[in-house]
């Protein structure tokens, strides 16, 4: 009889014991997954809509108080119809931009090009009237068909390059006319592209060896160009179908 109520005080010792286990494991994987929610929230706090899926509020077409009609928002999507092009200058668009200037910012944005279609991310731009297009200041996330465009036979201006400065380390884009996510970071001088999740360019700002990388491009006399360290965010019309979507910012 004693030995029976060893054993069952010696059962009971032990379920009390896994029962305080596996409550203290479910309590710590309570906790776990609260601090995950809250990070989570706080970090999808951080960032900013670009584009709030509704319409073009926060974008005019650059150096213009509107937005060319040929930017159209369906189904969250904000678009460029390039499909009517005998009017262009009443049918066009134009690159767009932002209202607010950025100076140290993480931009993160879904896209797709057309078949044989050219567009880009360009940044740090200047809306002045001395400058006749977004380019002319601004550095470009090129956004390109590789395999049907012309360009795409081009070094550096593949999708994912420094447009005419950087070729891409590694090309990620998934085929035409499907979904990718770019994000381009400016960061105390400090520049890296990605491309589904895969860095694409890393470079630094503003120094001997980026001044040298224009002086031997296409922009070299172009006075201005990647100069400036805080301006707008543009998205290129260049003329060809091209989707956007989940555009955010998050300010460094």
């Known amino acids: 009889m004693k030995k029976s109520i060893l054993s069952l005080s010696v059962l009971g010792l ?47 077409s650059y150096n213009k108080e509107t937005v060319g009609p040929a930017w159209k928002v369906e189904d969250g999507v904000l678009y460029l119809d390039a499909s009517n092009k005998e009017n262009w200058q009443v049918n066009g668009g134009g690159d767009i931009v932002t209202d607010k200037v950025y100076g140290n910012f993480h931009l993160k944005l879904d896209w797709k090009i057309s078949e044989n279609g050219n567009s880009g991310i360009i940044f740090l731009v200047q809306e002045l009237d001395k400058y006749k297009h977004s380019w ?14 012309p360009d795409g036979k081009i070094e550096k201006h593949r999708t994912g390059d420094l447009y005419d400065l950087i070729k891409a380390t590694e090309e990620a884009e998934n085929p035409v006319g499907e979904w990718n996510t770019s994000e381009i970071i400016v960061n105390q001088g400090k520049l890296t592209f990605k491309l589904n999740g895969v860095t694409t360019v890393e470079t630094t700002l503003w120094n ?29 019309d260049h003329g060809n179908n091209v989707w956007f979507k989940n555009i955010m910012i998050k300010e460094l």
């Open 14 to 60: 032990l379920a009390s014991a896994c029962g305080s286990a596996e409550k203290g494991d479910t309590e710590k994987e309570s906790v776990q997954e609260e601090v995950a929610v809250k990070t989570e929230t706080a970090s999808q706090e951080e960032w900013t809509p670009l584009f709030n899926g509704q319409n073009l509020d926060g974008w005019t």
């Open 136 to 149: 002319n200041t601004g550095p470009e996330y090129q956004l390109l068909d590789n395999d049907g465009h």
């Open 208 to 236: 001997d060896s980026w001044n040298e990388l224009i002086a031997n491009s296409k922009f070299k006399n172009t006075e201005g160009f990647g100069q400036y360290q805080e301006g707008k965010i543009a998205l290129q």
